[in-house]
């Protein structure tokens, strides 16, 4: 028997109970042992609810008793699951956590206590929801040299940026269904600003390189500044604009990676994503292109990644699977010396005045557009694009880079 304590009982935890429970003969039988949840820990008592045999509330009780083996971190936030997390792994507990700001922030410190307690620290349901790319990195494509990791990784946003395209509505009342729905939280700021897409890059990128990607050093925009009217002109260039997070090789010692609005075309497998579902486009070197689509949040496609980690650690209770992340920082260059192509619009009809400063331009025209001029550069660095955009004398009303 293979006992688990689950750390927080809330929308994951919850789901990791009921996942374990409704198929507990399939995961029994994968896992070649029977699975047993010993303790669930909460602040808080469920009156009525099955779980009350199991709930305690001390993380001592959990931490201090030998015969615990799997501990499922489903809190969220960094404290008090740092600790709990770090503590259980010294005292050779394995760990299945959904918890993207932990490992974001402190994977390698918990992968190396792992390896040398020859253990398991595993993130699946970190990235992606229940789409099993995390895994996919580790195993399925390992033959394979990544120089491109680019997805849509924030169901919030991406349905937003949906309903925007779909019904000309602005941010503002988007948002507003979105919190009624259940998709966006009371504070979106980690959603819409793009916090939690950068975090999810930066372990997909530390996993896929072989080497730290800290999600402070990525440039990150959200999507509170994108409008009907940048709607419009995607609609017009045959376009869709995305909150992408993207890394990519660019030499043997120099990395990029930025979280931004991007302008996808339908040639690009990302553009046919909507609502809130996720999309994962991966490049090797031998395989060439892979896509990995699914539902990227929600209580049951998240426990079920994170009981399949759980299998996982049982099959392999003493023995550590290893990965290709290591503390070595990845080396990203500046992003300013970055190039691509930028859809631009301007407070101004004079062409003359916009090719000028800005050189070959190529017009997007769309109705009721007065006053303002929208086009896309030529190639150039961001760098460049700033420069110039800084000389034209007229009004930026706004920029997205396109993906090429």
């Known amino acids: 028997m293979i006992n688990i304590a689950v750390l927080g009982y809330g929308t994951v935890g919850s789901g990791v109970v009921e996942v374990i429970n409704t198929n507990q003969d399939s995961i029994n039988r994968r896992a070649g042992d029977e699975i047993r949840i010993k303790y669930v820990l909460d602040l808080r008592d469920f009156p009525g609810d099955p779980v009350q045999e199991v709930l305690v509330h001390d993380y001592e009780t959990i931490v201090n008793d030998p015969e615990v083996d799997i501990v499922v971190e489903v809190m969220g936030g960094l404290e008090p699951a740092h600790t709990f997390v770090k503590?259980?792994?010294e005292a050779g507990k394995s760990v299945?956590?959904?918890n993207k700001a932990l490992v974001a922030k402190f994977g390698p410190e918990l992968m190396n206590i792992a390896r040398n307690k020859n253990i398991n620290f595993l993130f699946e349901a970190s990235c992606g929801g229940g789409i099993p790319i995390i895994r996919a990195l580790n195993q399925s494509l390992t033959a394979d040299q990544i120089d491109e990791v680019t997805g849509i990784l924030n169901g919030t946003t991406n349905y937003m940026l949906t309903k925007m395209d779909r019904e000309g509505s602005r941010f503002e009342?988007?948002?507003?269904?979105?919190?009624?729905?259940?998709?966006?939280?009371a504070d979106p700021t980690a959603d819409v600003e793009g916090y939690d897409a950068c975090r999810?890059?930066?372990?997909?990128?530390?996993?896929?390189?072989?080497?730290?990607?800290?999600?402070?050093?990525?440039?990150?925009?959200?999507?509170?500044?994108?409008?009907p009217e940048d709607m419009e002109y995607a609609g017009a260039m045959g376009m869709s604009i995305k909150l992408?997070?993207?890394?990519?090789?660019?030499?043997?010692?120099?990395?990029?990676?930025?979280?931004?609005?991007?302008?996808?075309?339908?040639n690009n497998p990302l553009y046919s994503v909507n609502d809130v579902y996720n999309g994962i486009f991966v490049h090797g070197n031998v395989l060439g292109?892979?896509?990995?689509?699914g539902s990227g949040a929600g209580k049951l496609p998240t426990a079920s990644a994170v009981v399949a980690d759980v299998v996982d650690e049982a099959k392999h209770l003493h023995e550590n699977m290893p990965n290709e992340w290591t503390d070595q920082p990845l080396p990203l260059a500046d992003p300013d010396q970055v190039s691509g192509r930028f859809f631009v619009r301007v407070q101004t009809t004079d062409l003359s005045l916009i090719r000028s400063v800005f050189g070959t331009?190529?017009?997007i025209q769309v109705p009721k557009a007065e006053g303002e001029t929208g086009f896309v550069t030529a190639q150039m660095t961001l760098g460049q694009y700033k420069a110039k955009a800084a000389e034209i004398k007229a009004e930026i009303l706004s920029m997205i880079r396109i993906k090429d």
């Open 289 to 293: 292109d892979a896509m990995f689509y």
């Open 244 to 266: 992408l997070a993207t890394s990519r090789k660019l030499s043997e010692d120099s990395y990029y990676a930025v979280v931004a609005p991007f302008l996808v075309g339908k």
């Open 200 to 227: 999810k890059i930066a372990i997909l990128s530390s996993l896929a390189y072989g080497k730290f990607l800290n999600y402070e050093n990525i440039h990150t925009e959200g999507i509170t500044r994108i409008t």
């Open 96 to 98: 299945a956590t959904s």
């Open 173 to 185: 009342s988007v948002l507003k269904e979105a919190q009624e729905k259940g998709y966006a939280e």
């Open 87 to 89: 503590r259980a792994l």
């Open 361 to 363: 331009i190529e017009q």
